[in-house]
Protein backbone atom coordinates (compact mmCIF):
# COMPACT_ATOMS: atom_id res chain seq x y z
CA UNK A 1 0.00 0.00 0.00
CA UNK A 2 3.14 1.82 1.20
CA UNK A 3 5.42 1.52 -1.87
CA UNK A 4 1.98 2.09 -4.41
CA UNK A 5 1.01 5.97 -2.89
CA UNK A 6 4.97 6.17 -2.95
CA UNK A 7 5.32 5.13 -6.73
CA UNK A 8 2.47 7.83 -7.88
CA UNK A 9 3.73 10.27 -5.81
CA UNK A 10 6.63 9.72 -7.86
CA UNK A 11 5.01 10.17 -11.00
CA UNK A 12 3.08 13.27 -9.90
CA UNK A 13 5.76 15.32 -8.99
CA UNK A 14 7.95 15.26 -12.39
CA UNK A 15 4.58 17.23 -14.36
CA UNK A 16 3.94 19.30 -11.29
CA UNK A 17 7.87 21.01 -11.22
CA UNK A 18 7.51 21.60 -14.63
CA UNK A 19 4.10 23.69 -13.91
CA UNK A 20 5.89 25.84 -11.46
CA UNK A 21 8.31 26.40 -13.99
CA UNK A 22 6.48 27.16 -17.06
CA UNK A 23 4.16 29.85 -14.21
CA UNK A 24 7.58 31.04 -13.37
CA UNK A 25 8.91 31.69 -16.84
CA UNK A 26 5.54 32.94 -18.08
CA UNK A 27 5.86 35.36 -15.02
CA UNK A 28 9.03 36.35 -15.80
CA UNK A 29 8.24 37.10 -19.45
CA UNK A 30 5.42 39.35 -18.43
CA UNK A 31 7.47 41.75 -16.21
CA UNK A 32 10.02 41.88 -18.90
CA UNK A 33 7.05 43.24 -21.14
CA UNK A 34 5.81 45.81 -18.84
CA UNK A 35 9.12 47.07 -18.10
CA UNK A 36 9.99 47.15 -21.48
CA UNK A 37 6.43 49.50 -22.65
CA UNK A 38 7.06 51.46 -19.76
CA UNK A 39 9.91 52.07 -20.90
CA UNK A 40 8.70 52.74 -24.42
CA UNK A 41 6.07 55.36 -23.39
CA UNK A 42 8.84 57.17 -21.64
CA UNK A 43 11.24 57.66 -24.56
CA UNK A 44 8.09 58.22 -26.92
CA UNK A 45 6.42 61.00 -24.67
CA UNK A 46 9.63 62.80 -24.22
CA UNK A 47 11.17 62.01 -27.27
CA UNK A 48 7.85 63.57 -29.41
CA UNK A 49 8.69 66.64 -27.03
CA UNK A 50 11.86 67.08 -27.35
CA UNK A 51 12.00 66.54 -31.23
CA UNK A 52 9.15 69.01 -31.29
CA UNK A 53 10.74 71.79 -29.82
CA UNK A 54 13.67 71.01 -31.83
CA UNK A 55 12.39 71.51 -34.67
CA UNK A 56 10.19 74.64 -33.76
CA UNK A 57 10.82 78.04 -34.59
CA UNK A 58 8.57 80.21 -32.77
CA UNK A 59 10.21 83.16 -32.82
CA UNK A 60 9.97 84.48 -36.19
CA UNK A 61 6.34 84.27 -38.04
CA UNK A 62 6.00 81.98 -41.01
CA UNK A 63 7.72 79.13 -39.71
CA UNK A 64 7.12 76.19 -38.01
CA UNK A 65 5.81 76.03 -33.81
CA UNK A 66 4.80 72.75 -32.45
CA UNK A 67 6.42 73.47 -28.69
CA UNK A 68 7.45 76.37 -28.12
CA UNK A 69 10.98 75.87 -25.82
CA UNK A 70 10.16 79.75 -24.30
CA UNK A 71 7.09 78.36 -22.56
CA UNK A 72 7.71 74.72 -22.59
CA UNK A 73 11.10 73.80 -22.56
CA UNK A 74 12.50 70.62 -23.24
CA UNK A 75 13.58 67.78 -21.49
CA UNK A 76 17.03 68.36 -22.19
CA UNK A 77 16.92 71.71 -20.92
CA UNK A 78 15.21 70.31 -17.85
CA UNK A 79 17.57 67.41 -17.21
CA UNK A 80 20.24 70.41 -17.52
CA UNK A 81 18.66 71.82 -14.84
CA UNK A 82 18.61 69.42 -12.48
CA UNK A 83 21.94 68.88 -13.26
CA UNK A 84 22.80 72.26 -12.46
CA UNK A 85 20.96 72.13 -9.26
CA UNK A 86 22.27 68.75 -8.50
CA UNK A 87 25.86 69.96 -8.74
CA UNK A 88 26.18 73.51 -7.86
CA UNK A 89 22.81 74.15 -6.29
CA UNK A 90 20.19 76.56 -6.69
CA UNK A 91 19.66 80.09 -5.86
CA UNK A 92 18.00 79.48 -2.33
CA UNK A 93 20.92 76.95 -1.22
CA UNK A 94 21.53 73.11 -2.07
CA UNK A 95 19.12 71.45 -3.48
CA UNK A 96 18.89 68.85 -0.97
CA UNK A 97 18.32 71.14 1.64
CA UNK A 98 15.07 72.28 -0.68
CA UNK A 99 13.77 68.26 -1.03
CA UNK A 100 14.55 67.83 2.80
CA UNK A 101 12.65 70.85 4.24
CA UNK A 102 9.46 70.23 1.60
CA UNK A 103 9.63 66.09 2.79
CA UNK A 104 9.83 67.74 6.19
CA UNK A 105 6.60 69.78 5.18
CA UNK A 106 4.70 67.01 3.78
CA UNK A 107 5.37 64.25 6.55
CA UNK A 108 4.64 66.23 9.03
CA UNK A 109 1.29 67.62 7.75
CA UNK A 110 0.81 64.01 6.30
CA UNK A 111 1.09 62.73 9.69
CA UNK A 112 -0.76 65.47 11.72
CA UNK A 113 -3.55 65.27 9.70
CA UNK A 114 -3.98 61.39 9.59
CA UNK A 115 -3.79 60.86 12.97
CA UNK A 116 -6.11 63.56 13.57
CA UNK A 117 -8.72 62.68 10.78
CA UNK A 118 -8.61 58.94 12.70
CA UNK A 119 -9.33 60.43 15.94
CA UNK A 120 -12.26 62.20 14.87
CA UNK A 121 -13.46 59.53 12.16
CA UNK A 122 -13.44 57.31 14.94
CA UNK A 123 -15.15 59.30 17.84
CA UNK A 124 -17.73 60.63 15.42
CA UNK A 125 -17.68 57.11 14.17
CA UNK A 126 -18.69 55.67 17.39
CA UNK A 127 -20.88 58.69 18.67
CA UNK A 128 -24.12 58.72 17.03
CA UNK A 129 -24.81 62.49 19.03
CA UNK A 130 -21.76 63.95 17.79
CA UNK A 131 -21.88 62.77 14.78
CA UNK A 132 -25.46 64.15 14.38
CA UNK A 133 -24.28 67.51 15.86
CA UNK A 134 -21.05 67.95 14.25
CA UNK A 135 -22.34 66.75 10.78
CA UNK A 136 -23.45 69.74 9.19
CA UNK A 137 -20.52 71.86 10.12
CA UNK A 138 -18.20 69.11 9.06
CA UNK A 139 -20.06 69.06 5.14
CA UNK A 140 -19.51 72.87 5.09
CA UNK A 141 -15.93 73.11 6.05
CA UNK A 142 -15.10 70.73 3.34
CA UNK A 143 -17.11 72.07 0.76
CA UNK A 144 -14.79 75.18 1.25
CA UNK A 145 -11.14 75.00 -1.15
CA UNK A 146 -9.35 74.52 2.04
CA UNK A 147 -5.54 75.43 0.21
CA UNK A 148 -7.10 79.16 0.80
CA UNK A 149 -6.71 78.25 4.33
CA UNK A 150 -3.26 78.16 3.93
CA UNK A 151 -2.64 81.82 2.97
CA UNK A 152 -4.50 82.59 6.77
CA UNK A 153 -1.92 80.53 8.04
CA UNK A 154 0.69 82.18 6.41
CA UNK A 155 -0.80 85.02 8.29
CA UNK A 156 -1.23 83.47 11.48
CA UNK A 157 1.78 80.91 12.10
CA UNK A 158 4.14 82.85 10.00
CA UNK A 159 6.77 81.84 7.12
CA UNK A 160 8.03 78.90 9.28
CA UNK A 161 7.29 75.16 8.71
CA UNK A 162 3.98 75.66 11.06
CA UNK A 163 2.22 76.66 8.71
CA UNK A 164 2.79 74.39 5.83
CA UNK A 165 1.92 71.80 8.35
CA UNK A 166 -1.05 73.01 9.33
CA UNK A 167 -2.38 73.96 5.74
CA UNK A 168 -0.90 70.10 4.25
CA UNK A 169 -2.70 68.80 7.80
CA UNK A 170 -6.39 70.33 6.99
CA UNK A 171 -6.30 68.54 3.63
CA UNK A 172 -5.26 65.30 4.55
CA UNK A 173 -7.72 65.79 7.70
CA UNK A 174 -10.87 65.83 5.71
CA UNK A 175 -9.70 62.95 3.42
CA UNK A 176 -8.89 60.55 6.33
CA UNK A 177 -11.91 61.74 8.48
CA UNK A 178 -14.34 60.21 6.12
CA UNK A 179 -12.86 57.13 5.40
CA UNK A 180 -12.62 56.30 8.82
CA UNK A 181 -15.47 57.09 9.62
CA UNK A 182 -16.99 55.24 7.09
CA UNK A 183 -15.22 52.52 7.66
CA UNK A 184 -16.37 52.39 11.40
CA UNK A 185 -19.72 53.11 9.99
CA UNK A 186 -19.21 49.90 8.32
CA UNK A 187 -17.97 47.54 10.71
CA UNK A 188 -19.83 44.08 10.46
CA UNK A 189 -22.24 44.09 13.52
CA UNK A 190 -22.09 40.66 14.10
CA UNK A 191 -18.38 40.91 14.50
CA UNK A 192 -19.28 43.69 17.47
CA UNK A 193 -21.89 41.65 18.59
CA UNK A 194 -19.55 38.55 19.20
CA UNK A 195 -16.65 40.71 20.75
CA UNK A 196 -19.19 41.67 23.36
CA UNK A 197 -20.19 38.09 23.90
CA UNK A 198 -16.95 37.30 24.74
CA UNK A 199 -16.25 40.13 27.60
CA UNK A 200 -14.93 43.08 25.33
CA UNK A 201 -15.45 46.45 27.50
CA UNK A 202 -15.92 49.60 25.25
CA UNK A 203 -12.23 50.31 24.80
CA UNK A 204 -11.23 46.88 23.39
CA UNK A 205 -14.04 47.10 21.10
CA UNK A 206 -12.62 50.50 19.49
CA UNK A 207 -9.10 49.25 19.71
CA UNK A 208 -9.66 45.64 18.51
CA UNK A 209 -12.33 45.70 16.44
CA UNK A 210 -13.52 48.80 15.44
CA UNK A 211 -10.05 50.27 14.34
CA UNK A 212 -8.64 46.93 12.55
CA UNK A 213 -12.11 46.73 11.01
CA UNK A 214 -12.31 50.16 9.49
CA UNK A 215 -8.39 50.00 8.95
CA UNK A 216 -8.53 49.11 5.24
CA UNK A 217 -10.97 52.17 4.54
CA UNK A 218 -8.45 54.22 6.45
CA UNK A 219 -5.38 52.96 4.50
CA UNK A 220 -6.57 53.12 1.18
CA UNK A 221 -7.06 56.61 2.18
CA UNK A 222 -3.63 57.05 3.02
CA UNK A 223 -2.94 56.73 -0.80
CA UNK A 224 -4.59 59.91 -2.22
CA UNK A 225 -4.12 61.65 1.06
CA UNK A 226 -0.03 61.46 0.85
CA UNK A 227 -0.71 63.53 -2.29
CA UNK A 228 -2.71 65.94 -0.76
CA UNK A 229 -0.24 66.28 2.13
CA UNK A 230 2.45 67.57 -0.83
CA UNK A 231 -0.03 69.74 -2.18
CA UNK A 232 -0.43 71.33 1.05
CA UNK A 233 3.44 71.65 1.48
CA UNK A 234 3.96 73.13 -1.70
CA UNK A 235 0.76 75.78 -1.81
CA UNK A 236 1.82 76.91 1.91
CA UNK A 237 5.23 77.57 -0.05
CA UNK A 238 3.90 79.46 -2.53
CA UNK A 239 1.78 81.73 0.34
CA UNK A 240 5.51 82.98 1.19
CA UNK A 241 8.67 80.76 1.87
CA UNK A 242 12.52 81.06 2.06
CA UNK A 243 13.24 77.53 0.86
CA UNK A 244 11.63 74.20 -0.38
CA UNK A 245 10.86 72.98 -3.98
CA UNK A 246 7.58 75.27 -3.82
CA UNK A 247 9.40 78.20 -3.40
CA UNK A 248 11.90 76.89 -6.44
CA UNK A 249 9.14 76.63 -8.67
CA UNK A 250 7.51 80.13 -7.30
CA UNK A 251 11.05 81.82 -8.34
CA UNK A 252 11.30 79.95 -11.11
CA UNK A 253 7.98 81.11 -12.57
CA UNK A 254 8.93 84.58 -11.40
CA UNK A 255 12.38 84.23 -13.69
CA UNK A 256 10.46 83.02 -16.84
CA UNK A 257 12.44 79.61 -16.35
CA UNK A 258 10.16 76.98 -17.53
CA UNK A 259 12.52 74.64 -17.08
CA UNK A 260 13.45 75.21 -13.61
CA UNK A 261 9.19 74.77 -12.79
CA UNK A 262 9.40 71.38 -14.93
CA UNK A 263 12.66 70.28 -12.92
CA UNK A 264 10.51 71.23 -9.72
CA UNK A 265 7.46 69.20 -10.57
CA UNK A 266 9.96 66.51 -11.54
CA UNK A 267 11.41 66.16 -7.82
CA UNK A 268 8.02 66.28 -6.76
CA UNK A 269 7.13 63.36 -8.59
CA UNK A 270 9.90 61.55 -7.56
CA UNK A 271 8.84 62.32 -3.88
CA UNK A 272 5.50 60.75 -4.11
CA UNK A 273 6.38 57.88 -5.96
CA UNK A 274 8.68 56.81 -3.38
CA UNK A 275 6.16 57.86 -0.49
CA UNK A 276 3.45 55.74 -2.25
CA UNK A 277 6.23 52.84 -2.35
CA UNK A 278 7.07 53.39 1.33
CA UNK A 279 2.31 53.65 1.62
CA UNK A 280 1.95 50.30 0.02
CA UNK A 281 4.87 48.17 2.09
CA UNK A 282 2.92 49.69 5.30
CA UNK A 283 -0.49 48.63 3.64
CA UNK A 284 0.67 44.54 3.17
CA UNK A 285 2.12 45.07 6.78
CA UNK A 286 -0.81 46.26 8.33
CA UNK A 287 -3.37 44.12 6.32
CA UNK A 288 -1.76 40.73 6.05
CA UNK A 289 -4.81 39.31 7.14
CA UNK A 290 -6.53 40.18 4.00
CA UNK A 291 -6.83 37.50 1.64
CA UNK A 292 -4.09 38.22 -1.31
CA UNK A 293 -6.52 39.18 -4.23
CA UNK A 294 -5.19 37.16 -7.01
CA UNK A 295 -5.32 39.20 -10.28
CA UNK A 296 -3.79 42.25 -8.76
CA UNK A 297 -3.46 45.60 -10.60
CA UNK A 298 -1.82 48.24 -8.73
CA UNK A 299 -1.20 51.80 -10.10
CA UNK B 1 -34.50 20.87 37.09
CA UNK B 2 -33.69 23.75 38.31
CA UNK B 3 -33.72 26.41 35.27
CA UNK B 4 -31.01 28.17 34.01
CA UNK B 5 -33.00 30.30 31.30
CA UNK B 6 -36.67 31.22 31.96
CA UNK B 7 -38.58 33.47 28.96
CA UNK B 8 -42.16 34.59 30.65
CA UNK B 9 -44.56 36.12 28.52
CA UNK B 10 -41.78 37.73 26.08
CA UNK B 11 -42.82 39.99 22.86
CA UNK B 12 -40.44 41.53 20.80
CA UNK B 13 -41.65 44.11 18.06
CA UNK B 14 -39.03 46.05 15.71
CA UNK B 15 -39.15 49.57 13.62
CA UNK B 16 -39.36 48.37 10.11
CA UNK B 17 -37.33 50.93 8.10
CA UNK B 18 -40.63 51.44 6.47
CA UNK B 19 -42.02 53.05 10.17
CA UNK B 20 -44.34 49.79 10.42
CA UNK B 21 -44.10 47.40 13.42
CA UNK B 22 -42.80 44.23 13.17
CA UNK B 23 -43.49 41.91 16.01
CA UNK B 24 -41.08 38.84 15.99
CA UNK B 25 -42.14 37.09 19.29
CA UNK B 26 -45.43 37.04 20.75
CA UNK B 27 -46.54 35.68 24.18
CA UNK B 28 -43.46 33.52 24.15
CA UNK B 29 -42.72 31.16 27.23
CA UNK B 30 -39.78 28.76 27.71
CA UNK B 31 -37.53 27.21 30.11
CA UNK B 32 -34.72 25.94 29.62
CA UNK B 33 -32.61 23.46 32.57
CA UNK B 34 -29.52 23.45 34.05
CA UNK B 35 -27.33 20.56 31.71
CA UNK B 36 -29.97 20.98 29.45
CA UNK B 37 -29.08 20.61 25.69
CA UNK B 38 -32.21 22.22 23.92
CA UNK B 39 -33.31 22.49 20.14
CA UNK B 40 -35.69 25.15 18.58
CA UNK B 41 -37.12 24.21 15.46
CA UNK B 42 -39.58 26.58 13.34
CA UNK B 43 -40.38 27.94 9.78
CA UNK B 44 -37.63 30.69 8.42
CA UNK B 45 -38.61 33.89 9.88
CA UNK B 46 -40.51 32.63 13.28
CA UNK B 47 -38.41 34.68 15.25
CA UNK B 48 -36.07 31.91 16.46
CA UNK B 49 -32.79 33.84 16.21
CA UNK B 50 -34.70 36.88 18.38
CA UNK B 51 -35.25 34.21 20.94
CA UNK B 52 -31.10 34.02 21.32
CA UNK B 53 -30.89 37.44 21.23
CA UNK B 54 -32.99 38.21 23.93
CA UNK B 55 -31.55 35.52 26.06
CA UNK B 56 -27.82 36.93 25.52
CA UNK B 57 -28.76 40.78 26.33
CA UNK B 58 -27.78 41.92 22.74
CA UNK B 59 -31.63 43.08 22.39
CA UNK B 60 -34.00 43.66 25.06
CA UNK B 61 -37.41 42.55 25.12
CA UNK B 62 -40.67 44.74 24.23
CA UNK B 63 -42.86 43.09 27.15
CA UNK B 64 -42.07 40.16 29.52
CA UNK B 65 -39.37 39.19 31.64
CA UNK B 66 -36.00 37.00 30.19
CA UNK B 67 -34.31 35.58 33.54
CA UNK B 68 -31.03 33.61 33.31
CA UNK B 69 -29.50 32.12 36.27
CA UNK B 70 -32.51 33.50 38.21
CA UNK B 71 -31.69 37.33 37.44
CA UNK B 72 -33.72 39.54 34.85
CA UNK B 73 -31.41 39.78 31.72
CA UNK B 74 -30.39 43.43 31.75
CA UNK B 75 -26.92 43.65 29.51
CA UNK B 76 -25.10 40.72 28.49
CA UNK B 77 -25.23 37.98 31.53
CA UNK B 78 -22.13 36.70 32.95
CA UNK B 79 -21.41 33.22 31.58
CA UNK B 80 -23.12 33.39 27.92
CA UNK B 81 -21.21 31.64 25.28
CA UNK B 82 -22.93 32.70 21.18
CA UNK B 83 -22.09 30.80 17.97
CA UNK B 84 -23.46 33.20 15.68
CA UNK B 85 -24.93 31.71 11.88
CA UNK B 86 -22.77 33.81 9.99
CA UNK B 87 -19.05 33.63 10.01
CA UNK B 88 -17.81 35.83 13.29
CA UNK B 89 -14.48 35.45 14.25
CA UNK B 90 -12.46 38.14 14.02
CA UNK B 91 -10.63 38.69 10.22
CA UNK B 92 -7.41 40.75 11.48
CA UNK B 93 -6.72 37.89 14.01
CA UNK B 94 -4.90 34.45 14.03
CA UNK B 95 -6.69 31.40 14.83
CA UNK B 96 -4.32 31.99 18.20
CA UNK B 97 -5.60 35.42 18.74
CA UNK B 98 -9.09 34.94 17.98
CA UNK B 99 -9.61 31.95 20.75
CA UNK B 100 -7.53 33.82 23.58
CA UNK B 101 -9.84 37.23 22.81
CA UNK B 102 -12.14 35.83 25.22
CA UNK B 103 -9.97 35.03 28.41
CA UNK B 104 -7.88 38.00 27.54
CA UNK B 105 -11.63 40.36 28.04
CA UNK B 106 -12.04 39.12 31.34
CA UNK B 107 -8.70 40.27 32.24
CA UNK B 108 -6.23 37.28 31.83
CA UNK B 109 -2.34 38.27 30.64
CA UNK B 110 -2.00 37.81 27.00
CA UNK B 111 0.84 34.74 27.66
CA UNK B 112 -2.02 32.97 30.02
CA UNK B 113 -5.02 33.80 27.71
CA UNK B 114 -2.65 32.09 24.35
CA UNK B 115 -1.98 28.93 26.90
CA UNK B 116 -5.49 28.46 27.14
CA UNK B 117 -6.39 29.37 23.90
CA UNK B 118 -3.42 26.37 22.52
CA UNK B 119 -5.07 23.69 24.53
CA UNK B 120 -8.57 24.61 22.85
CA UNK B 121 -7.68 24.79 19.84
CA UNK B 122 -6.44 21.29 20.45
CA UNK B 123 -9.38 19.85 21.46
CA UNK B 124 -11.55 21.12 18.73
CA UNK B 125 -8.99 19.85 16.07
CA UNK B 126 -7.05 22.62 15.14
CA UNK B 127 -3.46 22.05 15.80
CA UNK B 128 -1.15 23.26 13.92
CA UNK B 129 -3.27 26.26 12.91
CA UNK B 130 -2.50 28.15 15.56
CA UNK B 131 -0.70 31.52 13.20
CA UNK B 132 -3.58 31.02 10.28
CA UNK B 133 -5.72 33.77 9.30
CA UNK B 134 -9.21 32.91 9.12
CA UNK B 135 -8.94 33.01 5.02
CA UNK B 136 -6.94 30.81 5.04
CA UNK B 137 -9.26 28.42 6.42
CA UNK B 138 -11.89 26.30 5.24
CA UNK B 139 -15.56 26.88 6.15
CA UNK B 140 -15.74 23.66 8.43
CA UNK B 141 -12.26 25.03 9.94
CA UNK B 142 -13.69 28.37 10.73
CA UNK B 143 -16.70 26.85 12.85
CA UNK B 144 -14.29 25.18 14.76
CA UNK B 145 -12.39 28.21 15.75
CA UNK B 146 -15.94 30.07 16.26
CA UNK B 147 -16.57 26.87 18.81
CA UNK B 148 -13.08 26.87 20.71
CA UNK B 149 -13.73 30.46 20.66
CA UNK B 150 -16.69 30.21 22.39
CA UNK B 151 -16.12 27.21 24.81
CA UNK B 152 -12.89 28.86 26.27
CA UNK B 153 -14.77 30.95 28.10
CA UNK B 154 -16.56 27.91 29.93
CA UNK B 155 -19.75 29.06 29.41
CA UNK B 156 -22.89 27.67 31.60
CA UNK B 157 -24.65 28.58 28.75
CA UNK B 158 -24.11 28.47 24.82
CA UNK B 159 -26.12 30.02 22.22
CA UNK B 160 -26.19 28.28 18.76
CA UNK B 161 -27.82 29.55 15.89
CA UNK B 162 -27.46 27.34 13.20
CA UNK B 163 -23.94 26.94 13.39
CA UNK B 164 -23.48 24.46 11.42
CA UNK B 165 -25.79 25.00 8.73
CA UNK B 166 -23.36 26.20 6.08
CA UNK B 167 -21.20 22.95 6.13
CA UNK B 168 -21.62 20.14 3.94
CA UNK B 169 -23.29 17.07 5.34
CA UNK B 170 -20.39 15.01 6.58
CA UNK B 171 -18.61 17.66 8.22
CA UNK B 172 -21.73 18.51 9.71
CA UNK B 173 -22.04 15.37 11.50
CA UNK B 174 -18.36 15.43 12.61
CA UNK B 175 -19.01 18.81 14.15
CA UNK B 176 -22.10 17.69 15.99
CA UNK B 177 -20.42 14.69 17.11
CA UNK B 178 -17.39 16.98 18.76
CA UNK B 179 -20.11 19.36 20.12
CA UNK B 180 -22.20 16.94 21.63
CA UNK B 181 -17.92 15.25 22.89
CA UNK B 182 -17.28 18.73 24.39
CA UNK B 183 -21.20 19.79 25.78
CA UNK B 184 -20.79 16.41 27.88
CA UNK B 185 -17.97 16.92 29.63
CA UNK B 186 -19.38 20.66 30.36
CA UNK B 187 -22.28 21.41 32.85
CA UNK B 188 -23.53 23.87 29.58
CA UNK B 189 -27.08 24.23 29.60
CA UNK B 190 -27.55 24.61 25.32
CA UNK B 191 -29.70 26.72 23.51
CA UNK B 192 -29.32 25.46 19.57
CA UNK B 193 -31.62 26.95 16.85
CA UNK B 194 -31.77 25.15 13.18
CA UNK B 195 -34.61 24.83 10.89
CA UNK B 196 -33.43 21.21 10.43
CA UNK B 197 -35.45 18.57 12.58
CA UNK B 198 -33.24 16.00 12.33
CA UNK B 199 -30.24 17.49 13.47
CA UNK B 200 -32.47 19.00 16.63
CA UNK B 201 -33.72 15.35 17.55
CA UNK B 202 -30.24 13.72 16.87
CA UNK B 203 -28.76 16.39 19.31
CA UNK B 204 -31.10 17.43 21.92
CA UNK B 205 -32.80 17.08 25.11
CA UNK B 206 -35.92 18.39 24.39
CA UNK B 207 -37.06 20.09 21.63
CA UNK B 208 -39.21 23.30 20.83
CA UNK B 209 -41.51 23.82 18.05
CA UNK B 210 -42.19 27.35 17.46
CA UNK B 211 -45.10 28.42 15.25
CA UNK B 212 -45.16 31.03 12.35
CA UNK B 213 -44.59 34.44 12.91
CA UNK B 214 -45.12 35.90 15.35
CA UNK B 215 -43.58 33.19 16.99
CA UNK B 216 -44.46 31.37 20.10
CA UNK B 217 -43.92 28.12 21.42
CA UNK B 218 -46.53 25.71 19.93
CA UNK B 219 -45.39 22.59 22.04
CA UNK B 220 -42.56 20.76 23.69
CA UNK B 221 -41.37 17.42 23.30
CA UNK B 222 -38.96 15.46 25.47
CA UNK B 223 -36.12 13.47 23.34
CA UNK B 224 -35.43 10.19 25.35
CA UNK B 225 -32.77 8.93 23.21
CA UNK B 226 -30.23 7.31 25.48
CA UNK B 227 -25.99 9.18 25.23
CA UNK B 228 -24.03 9.52 24.32
CA UNK B 229 -25.23 9.19 20.53
CA UNK B 230 -23.58 9.08 17.37
CA UNK B 231 -25.51 11.85 15.00
CA UNK B 232 -24.48 10.01 11.83
CA UNK B 233 -26.14 7.11 13.04
CA UNK B 234 -28.93 7.46 15.52
CA UNK B 235 -31.22 8.44 12.66
CA UNK B 236 -32.03 4.94 11.51
CA UNK B 237 -32.96 3.78 15.61
CA UNK B 238 -36.88 2.98 15.21
CA UNK B 239 -37.17 5.42 18.28
CA UNK B 240 -35.78 8.13 16.72
CA UNK B 241 -38.13 7.76 13.77
CA UNK B 242 -41.08 7.29 16.02
CA UNK B 243 -40.13 11.06 17.45
CA UNK B 244 -39.25 12.20 14.15
CA UNK B 245 -42.75 11.61 13.24
CA UNK B 246 -44.55 13.11 16.63
CA UNK B 247 -42.90 16.71 15.82
CA UNK B 248 -42.92 17.05 11.80
CA UNK B 249 -46.80 16.46 12.77
CA UNK B 250 -46.44 20.04 14.60
CA UNK B 251 -43.94 21.46 12.51
CA UNK B 252 -45.67 20.61 9.25
CA UNK B 253 -48.72 23.47 9.51
CA UNK B 254 -46.15 26.30 10.48
CA UNK B 255 -44.01 25.37 8.04
CA UNK B 256 -47.13 25.50 5.57
CA UNK B 257 -48.34 28.72 7.24
CA UNK B 258 -45.21 29.92 6.30
CA UNK B 259 -44.88 29.15 3.13
CA UNK B 260 -47.74 30.11 1.90
CA UNK B 261 -47.32 33.72 3.70
CA UNK B 262 -44.71 33.71 1.54
CA UNK B 263 -45.96 32.85 -1.77
CA UNK B 264 -48.59 35.21 -1.20
CA UNK B 265 -46.06 38.29 -0.12
CA UNK B 266 -43.93 37.52 -3.62
CA UNK B 267 -47.03 37.87 -5.56
Redesign the interface.
Known amino acids: MSIEAGGREKAETRPLVDLVARRRREHGQRRLKVQGLRLLVAVVVLGGWQLGAQVSDCNSTGHLCVVDKFFWSQPSDIAQKLWTWLTQGTDLGPIWDQVLVTMEETVGGFIVGSILGVIFGVALGRSRLLADVMGPYIKAANAIPRVVVGALFAISLGLDIKAKIATAAILVFFVVFFNAFQGVREVDRNLVANARILGAHDRQLTTEIIIPSALSWIIASLHTSFGLALVGAVVGELFGATQGLGELIYAAKNNFDAAGVFAGMALLAAIALVAEALITALEDRLIRWRPPVTTETRI | MQPAIELRGVTKRFLTPSGGVYTALRELDMTIGVGEFCAVVGPTGCGKSTTLALI?G?EPASEGEVDVFNNPVKG?PDG???M?Q????????TVLENVA??PR??GLSSRDARDRARDWIARVGLAGFEDR????LSGGMRKRVALA??LI?EPRILLMDEPFSALDVQTRSLMENELLGLWAASSASVVFVTHDLEEAISLSDRVFVITAGPGTVKSNYKVDLPRPRNVAEIRFQPHFIEIYEEIWKDLKDEVLVSYERQKRGAA
Open positions: SLIIGYFADAVFPWKAGYHYPYQQSN
